[in-house]
């Protein structure tokens, strides 16, 4: 009995005529006894004050809020305000809402928040996760009553029911019941897979966003052992590799009682041992990570668990189709997505499949060696198929096909390497270097080549392969272009070692009879390579003359670099040859800068934008922004230039790539635009702090392309403090700017050509010279624009102001020089460079 007072049994019986009042007698009577344990449960300690609590609000029509088996949360439910939020607004749009989602994901407790909040008078939560069958006899045991259906729909109630994959059919017939025989009851339900109803409407559950993973693990770590040591770095690629699963942060976190979190990291290889254990008031089921994926996998049928080891071999997801490649049909997919243990996404390329990294693992310790074989198949189907393709018409939706598989290539590629799988190594490199030169992604084209190059020069391609070689080493030896120059390394010895043929309409051929046909380019006379560039076929045409404007550019003769970019433009089709064409017209914009047409320079850098943005290319695009900063500045447009900078800050350049553009510097340069010489000049001093320390020498030295950047910037610092009478801030860097530039003189003769950049970085390097040595200054300056230094870092480093230096020292000595230099032939510039003294 509830009541202890006589008063109070009147009020209980009261409270139950009132119910009558409100449901109907019939209902009333067959709640009877479920309604007084409900009270029992809401009235506590002091049943008659809290009796006439409910009587008063009984009378005023408000029926009390009844909760069974509803529980609170031990500790904070962290990340999951908006799933609640989503979920309760399901609830009450749709009869029947799922929560989904691999265990582990935090499901249960979710439906507790969600219940405990719902709007429904009377909420019913049944675990099944102890039952093996008789659903409805466990809900009958919760309401207490033998017909369910009576019970819940005179209520109108909200019935919840968790962890239901392991009897989902009988769950999908008791609901399907419910939705039938009753006119407003809800139910929630719980699962890694959904119950397949009409009226349901299915919440897949996410995973935690970092830094809700980052929390969680930090206040559980902590708790678990209050000193311990949580290094961010580490903390946050922990969290990521654990995807966010709440189970398995809790896992890792109680580990931290005897191991470091260093030490959890690197055993995560290995997750399933080291993850075990837990909480005592975690259900057994959750007391290994194992466990909980290894429930997923039971309830599989075996097509499923066939295939989720054959699957769990794609790093980056995988289409419908490399599915199929692999398994002769793509149908079990359905089956895993509703099990939870696959995630459909939809990106640019279509969708994809992708498994937790957890799941991987599950499955690649199940995994038949053979496995990899056909993986390796797939992949050099893939980069034999689409190699060319961004290179041709449809070349955007090429290259998002190729992104989205990278991952997968890089895997391919890598495990062909160890394997001896020419052929694969052959078909994803050239893919892969495809995807990066059009995304202008040349350092890891760099970094691609030095992994690939011995293997594809030792083999010799099958007839179906020869075009993909040819593809991959003349990419490769692009990608050197813009990194460390050029260079007749392994991959031109593939090309003159392969036999090219007639280019046809392939411009894969075309530009390797450009490369293997030209030998003298790799030396300092160019006549080969001029002769290529009037050939008739336009793909050879147009490829040499792209050369031929990177190799000789605007050093010797700025007119022919114009006119031979020019000639590249119209070579390629916008039509037929898209990235071709618009790569063109960059050169073209390029060369306009570097020959201080800077109008020229501003139309077509700006004509090219939309398809390099439209292409994902964001090294590309970021770095044509910043030129027009540069321009802006050239033309004398300050407004324009600051306006272009808050564009820069807008690409989602990565922290690699936005510490080599020239942001700092350019802002330096706003600054001494508007007359604020201070903070110009303190800018330039952050500027070469950042890329002297924060890369440090050991990075610069090691990773190719990135000298040029930092010694223009060196330059530019130094002649800028010159310019306004402040030498002496930046008295270290111009004290070491003689041992840098015979150090560079020195490298590159030893070397078998100095590209553009080669000449120009020497000329900036003088000119800075010139200013550190004004008594030096007409013949240095007369020697840098012979080279033609980089003027990228406008008003300091403009031509009509390096230029008053040397006619404000001696007009009549520069004049000399200026006419001696313009004789030279552009091999016998280092030469000359290296006769100036420079101390």
Not at 290 to 306: F, M
Not at 380 to 395: R, V
Not at 473 to 481: D, T
Request: aromatic content about 6%; some cysteine; proline content about 5%.
């Amino acid at each position: 009995m509830v009541a202890d007072h006589p008063r109070d049994e009147e009020l209980l019986l009261e409270l139950l005529r009132c119910e009558e009042a409100i449901v109907g007698p019939s209902a009333a009577v067959a709640r009877y006894e479920g309604y007084r344990r409900s009270l029992r449960e809401e009235l506590g300690t002091e049943p008659g004050l809290r009796l006439r609590s409910l009587h008063q609000r009984l009378l005023q029509g408000q029926a009390p809020a009844v909760r069974f088996g509803v529980l609170h949360d031990p500790n904070p439910l962290l990340g999951r305000e908006d799933d609640v939020t989503a979920v309760s607004k399901l609830l009450g749009a749709s009869r029947v809402t799922s929560i989904v989602g691999i265990g582990g994901l935090g499901k249960t407790r979710l439906a507790h928040v969600v219940s405990r909040h719902a709007e429904q008078r009377v909420v019913y939560f049944v675990s099944l996760a102890g039952i093996t069958s008789g659903v409805l006899a466990e809900v009958q045991s919760i309401v207490d009553n033998v017909d369910v259906v009576q019970a819940l729909g005179s209520s109108r109630a909200l019935l919840v029911l968790d962890n239901c994959e392991h009897v989902l059919d009988e769950v999908a017939d008791l609901v399907h019941r419910l939705m039938t025989q009753t006119e407003d009851v809800r139910v929630l339900t719980t699962s890694r897979a959904p119950l397949g109803l009409s009226a349901e409407a299915v919440y897949p559950l996410p995973e935690l966003d970092l830094p809700t993973a980052v929390e969680l693990f930090t206040q559980r770590a902590l708790a678990a052992r209050h000193d311990v040591t949580l290094p961010s770095a580490v903390v946050e690629e922990l969290c990521h590799k654990l995807d966010g699963l709440p189970l398995a942060l809790e896992l890792a976190a109680a580990r931290v009682r005897v191991m470091s979190v260093e030490e959890i990291a690197s055993r995560l290889a290995d997750r399933f041992t080291l993850l075990r254990g837990g909480a005592r008031d975690l259900p057994h089921r959750h007391h290994t990570l194992s466990a909980v994926v290894e429930w997923s996998w039971q309830l599989l049928d075996p097509a499923g668990q066939a295939a989720l080891p054959v699957l769990s071999v794609f790093p980056g997801g995988f289409t419908a189709e490399a599915a199929a490649h692999l398994l002769g049909s793509d149908d079990v997919l359905e089956h895993l997505v509703a099990h939870s243990l696959l995630k459909v996404r939809e990106d640019k390329a279509g969708t994809r499949f992708v498994m937790l990294e957890t799941v991987r693992e599950f499955g690649a310790l199940r995994r038949d060696p053979a496995v990899t074989t056909s993986f390796l198949a797939w992949a050099k189907d893939f980069g034999i198929t689409y190699f060319e393709a961004p290179f041709l018409s449809g070349s955007v939706a090429a290259v998002e096909t190729i992104r989205a598989e990278q991952d997968n290539l890089m895997h391919a590629m890598r495990l062909g390497v160890a394997l001896g799988d020419a052929p694969t190594v052959t078909a994803t490199t050239a893919a892969l270097a495809a995807l990066w030169v059009a995304e202008s992604s040349y350092q890891r084209v760099a970094a691609l080549t030095n992994e690939t190059a011995w293997m594809l020069s030792h083999y010799q391609p099958e007839p179906e392969l020869v075009d993909a070689l040819l593809a991959a080493s003349a990419l490769c030896i692009y990608g050197s272009f813009a990194t460390v120059g050029a260079r007749a390394g392994r991959s031109l010895y593939n090309l003159r070692r392969l036999p090219v043929g007639d280019p046809g309409d392939s411009v894969v051929r075309a530009s390797a009879k450009v490369l293997a046909s030209a030998p003298e380019y790799w030396g300092d006379e160019y006549s080969s390579l001029e002769k290529l560039c009037a050939d008739p076929h336009p793909f050879v045409a147009g490829f040499a003359n792209v050369l031929f404007n990177y190799r000789y550019g605007s050093v010797k003769d700025p007119g022919r670099a114009i006119a031979s970019a020019k000639r590249a433009v119209e070579a390629f089709s916008p039509v037929d040859h898209p990235w071709l064409h618009t790569a063109a017209r960059s050169y073209l914009g390029s060369t306009y800068f570097h020959c201080d047409q800077l109008a020229q320079a501003k139309e077509y850098m700006l004509a090219t934008l939309p398809f390099h943005e439209q292409m994902g290319a964001t090294w590309q695009v970021a770095q044509i922004r910043w030129a027009m900063v540069a321009i802006s500045l050239g033309l004398g447009d300050i407004d324009e230039a600051e306006h272009g900078l808050a564009l820069t800050a807008l690409n989602g350049v990565d922290d690699f790539a936005g510490e080599l553009l020239p942001g700092p510097g350019l802002r330096a340069e706003v600054a001494l635009a508007r007359g604020d010489i201070d903070t110009g000049l303190r800018r330039w001093r952050h500027a070469i702090d950042q890329l002297g320390t924060q890369r440090g020498e050991g990075f610069l030295a090691t990773t190719p392309g990135l000298e040029v950047w930092v010694l223009e910037c060196r330059a530019a610092a130094v002649v800028a403090h010159a310019q306004h009478g402040r030498l002496d801030l930046v008295a270290d860097v111009a004290a070491g700017l003689p041992d840098t530039l015979a150090g560079l003189l020195t490298e590159r003769s030893t070397s078998s050509a100095a590209s553009v950049q080669d000449i120009q970085v020497i000329g900036a390097l003088l000119v800075a010279l010139a200013y550190v040595n004004p008594e030096r200054a007409p013949r240095m300056i007369a020697l840098a624009e012979r080279c033609h230094y980089l003027r990228g870092y406008r008003p300091t480093m403009a031509s009509d102001r390096v230029r008053s230096l040397a006619e404000r020292v001696d007009k009549a000595t520069y004049g000399v020089p200026v006419t001696e230099y313009a004789a030279l032939a552009d091999d016998e510039l280092r030469s000359a460079a290296s006769l100036i003294p420079t101390r």
